[in-house]
């Protein structure tokens, strides 16, 4: 059995009280629970803080491009579909640039781990204003206010086709642990958008502020989230900001539609050139 | 009997023009002729002028003619605006409809038919489309054609799709049209072919046989976003990869395309890409992240008409400088330049060899006259196809390595490379500066050694790069340096100096970087009057030749940035001017 020893590296150095420490700790003990080999997991992260877990989590890992983890994990994830994927990545990474990728992603319904560490700033930037940073709020780019009425990516995600929302809290890593072990369990994309308090550039969204502000859907009697509507009615909740499995629907893969043989993954298909076959192949330019 | 022979279709876009030129290429090709064909189209699907040109010999040919000997016009405005191509001799075939007569000086000489096409094929099939065949029966009894080999390929474009019935049917327009036409034209107004067996050779476009390459060469990836004229490598290649147990994604756009072949090619797949235009400008973002974390990858650009949206139906060479100087940072990369249909398959899979071997980005640049047209070449040789993965180890090397090191210093700058799953061979690959595990590091030292070793990764390579080729006569004062499909044109000015005795050598350069630099060097120094032919407004060659090679020789520029490829006269006509 692994144990969340197992796929540590190095201590992490953010910032004291980053949210980013729960979530390389929930994510740990996720893929220690399902008992995944380091070498059957692949991280794949984008460009903000977040980008650092790479160094610090024992596993095959690709740092890439701002905005762009999502088509690499895509990649990755199609050639050899045996792999655990997790794609990481920030507000900014997921929201502003690579806005895009995430809604394809949901559409194609990719079966991949999306961890979207939201902490309403772009904190590796020194706090400029990020799509879901609140209206109004002064940051090194807004000294005025935000004039951007922020964007909501699990309602995003419902509306793109997503078969996995869920929101976790980077404060509350067991519960946090258990959506992201549930996400890996997914047939198709789960998305994890976590609330991460950043402790440097965001003095308002803290520890303090999102206890305040939240709810478990688990606790709303009757709640299910094969229940669309419900779901919908949760992420609109005034005032409160719904956490846990919001909404989960059943769709086949990509990887499913697209891959003849998934016991044969591309990465370990023989390349001996064929010679007849391909010769009547040509055949048909004669 | 004739030897040589270019034959344009033209009408408006809708009117069959492509159905008819690909069957008469393929027509002439079984008569044992060599084939090049031309299309002129506009970015619209229906109403606007088009046309389509096969030029065809008994010999050898690479591009295209200057004139025309034969027009089949669908409309009247395609003979008003195509009449100054037309040989002296030439035959216009016309439908009557809307028929107005060209001004007789533009006439003088040719041969005009009238045939009521629109209203035959009515007539006698209930349908107008049935001109295309009617048509191409008639041009097959002008020709001197065998009537059986038109049956066959009408048999084999219908058959499968459309059923016997439909097969019957157009088999007797065909048959139809010839007899027609035997009750029009003289015997003596017919120009007979020459005609030799269709020996050991396919008729192909770039883009196909870039597709082709990419097949046998065990590309197992491909990911791409629709565009002209790059999307026919996809759409042929969809339908045959997964057959070979690989997969193609449509993406979001062109930077999902590469940053997913990156995905796949770091799983373990032979990944590749296509594009043309702005799509590959939005692929310099991720065309860096390959180098620097030393990705094979294949990227095949087929370029069209810029800047911006441009002409996306028009061929143009101004891409060049983008892929060897363009994204940010500097890095390692491979760019590749195939002039004729063989070589668009021969570079494709060597291509991937390259990617493994060097670890960087291959570009395969060509052009929309490249990518959508088709030519003859001999058929592929699949049996001496090598696939070398390069550095790439195996599970069981990797599981008795004492310390595995993805970016290693490596003497030659090629590091050992491990797939996700492989125990033992844990890495990151990185896009930030990196040490030899791929972690992030700021060192100045580190820093300094990594660009060393990446940068010195193609110091070795030129035995592996494909060199460039010399054409023409042995001896020559007059040289011409070019790349890509002006090949055709090129070989045909030399062959009309020839004549006119001036000897003309033709250096083509098939791998433009990194850059052949002796051997451009060599070509300078022998020859005495060189001139640079592109077809681009500022002649990106020329300035590439003059920053790599130095001292350079005064290099003269042939440029064409309309919207046609290059005649023969476009080339021939400046070096002639050159030496009065």
Known sequence: ?286 | MIRDLAVMIAGKAGDGVLFTGNVLAKLLKRHGWEIVTSRDFPSNIRGESTCYTVRASLDKVYGLSDQLDILLAFDCESILAHLPEIAANGIVFCDGQGWTAPPPEQTQGKMFHRFSLRALAREQFGQEIFKNVIALGALSYVLDLDPALLDGIISEMFLRRKGEEVVRKNVRAARFGYEKAKEIIAESERRPLAKKADADRILISGDEAIGLGALAAGCRYFAAYPICPASEIWQWLVHYLPDFGGAVVQTEDELASLNMALGASFAGARAMTSTSGPGASLMMEAFSLAGMAEIPVVIAHVQRLGPATGMPTKSQQGDVLQWIFGSHGEFPRIVLAPGTVGECFELTVGAFNLADKYQCPVIILTELDMGQNFRTTRALDFSGIRIDRGKLLNPEDLLGMAEFKRYELAADGISPRSLPSWKNGVHLAESLEHDEKGYRDEDPLNRRRMMEKRMRKLDQASPDLCPPQVWGCQKAEVGFIGFGSTLGAILEAIEQLRVKSVPSRFLQLRTLWPFPAAEVRQFLAESRDVFVVEHNFSGELATLIKSQVSPCAELKNILNYSTLPFTPKEIVGPVLRSRR
Request: hydrophobic share 40%; proline share 5%; charged share 20%.
């Open chain 1, 1 to 286: 059995m692994k144990t969340k020893e197992s796929y540590h590296r190095v201590s992490p150095t953010w910032c004291k009280g980053c949210g980013l420490f729960g979530v390389f700790d929930a994510l740990k003990r996720a893929a220690a629970a399902l008992d995944i080999e380091p070498e059957d997991l692949v991280i794949v992260t984008g460009i903000g803080c977040h980008g650092r877990l790479n160094n610090y989590f024992r596993a095959y890992g690709f740092h890439g491009l701002h905005g762009r983890a999502i088509p690499v994990a895509t990649g990755i994830k199609l050639v050899n579909p045996r792999l655990q994927v997790v794609a990481v990545s920030g507000d900014g990474d997921a929201y502003s640039i690579g806005l895009g990728h995430f809604l394809h992603a949901l559409r194609k319904n990719v079966g991949l781990t999306y961890l979207v560490v939201d902490n309403r700033i772009f904190a590796l930037t020194e706090g400029q204003a990020s799509p879901t940073t609140e209206f109004g709020m002064v940051t090194l780019s807004t000294p005025f206010g935000s004039k951007d009425f922020p964007i909501d990516g699990p309602s995003l995600a419902l509306a793109a086709g997503g078969t996995f929302i869920a929101r976790g809290f980077s404060g509350e890593v067991a519960h946090l642990a258990s959506l992201i072990e549930r996400g890996m369990k997914h047939n198709g994309f789960a998305l994890i958008n976590i609330l991460s308090p950043c402790v440097t550039h965001n003095k308002v969204n803290s520890y303090d502020w999102y206890k305040k502000h939240i709810f478990h859907v688990e606790d709303v009697p009757g709640y299910s989230p094969k229940d669309k509507a419900r779901a919908w009615e949760a992420l609109n909740s005034p005032e409160k900001i719904a956490v846990g499995l919001i909404y989960e629907g059943d769709k086949p893969s990509f990887e499913e539609l697209v891959l003849t043989d998934r016991e044969r993954p591309i990465a370990s298909l023989n390349l001996k050139v064929d010679a007849p076959r391909l010769g009547k192949i040509m055949d048909r330019f004669r």
